[in-house]
């Protein structure tokens, strides 16, 4: 699919592919991101070669994309994170993790990332494909608890507490691997979703919901953009 649309950037998650892949994206011009959860994933990035790293604090809703270790407790929040990785590194630095609105994209300019990757503030806009029970527990005053858990899918993501986290995680070694975890839940999600329940689903989100907005992707876009162009 990649070598169909041969896209102008090609961000990766979990660290970097094999080299020959990296190379072969790289053949058709293609900048390579990645994100990094601490200062010791920016540098490794940086000596392969991206282009531009996410920074990524421990606010951000989905998969962490920790890769060189798996101790949470190396986690650390955006407003730590950001400023530490643009010293260590040479390339443009993005900040992502809890920026809900143009407030915050001004206050991670300020910190001197060279821009800001958005994820949760778009979940309910009308282009995701976010579920029915995933919108209303985004909407409802449950998105104000989320917690780190491997019950989903094998590997920690951040997500809005519901039963499954409660009652088997956060955290569980029982859990299977990534992404097998997601088979074994697959069932029970399926039932619950089909009731009309988001108890066993990932519903995932950051830290911060408060810029989920139900209006086109394109009109929040300019309105978190807003913070760069008027700077
Ligand atoms: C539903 C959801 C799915 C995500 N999927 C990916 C993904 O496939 N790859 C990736 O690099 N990051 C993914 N992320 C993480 C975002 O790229 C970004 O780091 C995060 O959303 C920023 O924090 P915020 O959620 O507080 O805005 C996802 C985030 C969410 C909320």
């Not at 896209?7 to 990645?34: M, N």
């Not at 531009?52 to 955006?78: C, K, N, P, Y």
């Amino acid at each position: 699919m990649l070598e169909e649309f041969r896209p102008e950037v090609v961000s990766f998650h979990f660290g970097l592919p094999s080299a020959d892949l990296l190379a072969h994206v790289r053949s058709w011009g293609a900048k390579i991101l990645s994100s990094a959860t601490t200062v010791d994933e920016a540098r490794w990035l940086e000596a392969r070669g991206v282009d531009a790293i996410v920074a990524q604090g421990l606010e951000a809703g989905g998969h962490r994309g920790m890769f060189l270790s798996d101790d949470l407790s190396t986690q650390v929040g955006t407003f730590a994170l950001l400023p530490q990785i643009v010293t260590a590194v040479g390339v443009p630095v993005i900040a992502a993790g809890a920026i809900a609105n143009a407030r915050g994209v001004t206050a991670v300019m300020a910190l001197g990332a060279a821009g800001a990757q958005i994820g949760t503030a778009y979940l309910l806009c009308p282009e995701a494909t976010t579920s029915a029970v995933h919108r209303a527990a985004l909407k409802s005053d449950a998105a104000r608890l989320t917690a780190i858990t491997n019950v989903f899918t094998g590997r920690p993501a951040r997500g809005i507490v519901n039963r499954l986290i409660r009652e088997i995680g956060p955290m569980s070694g029982a859990a299977p691997e990534f992404p097998l975890a997601t088979t074994a839940v697959a069932a029970l999600r399926a039932r619950a979703e089909h009731l009309g329940s988001g108890d066993f689903s990932p519903l995932w989100a950051g830290q911060n919901s408060s810029g989920c907005k139900e209006v086109p992707a394109a009109g929040l876009t300019r309105e978190l953009a807003a913070a760069i162009t008027a700077a």
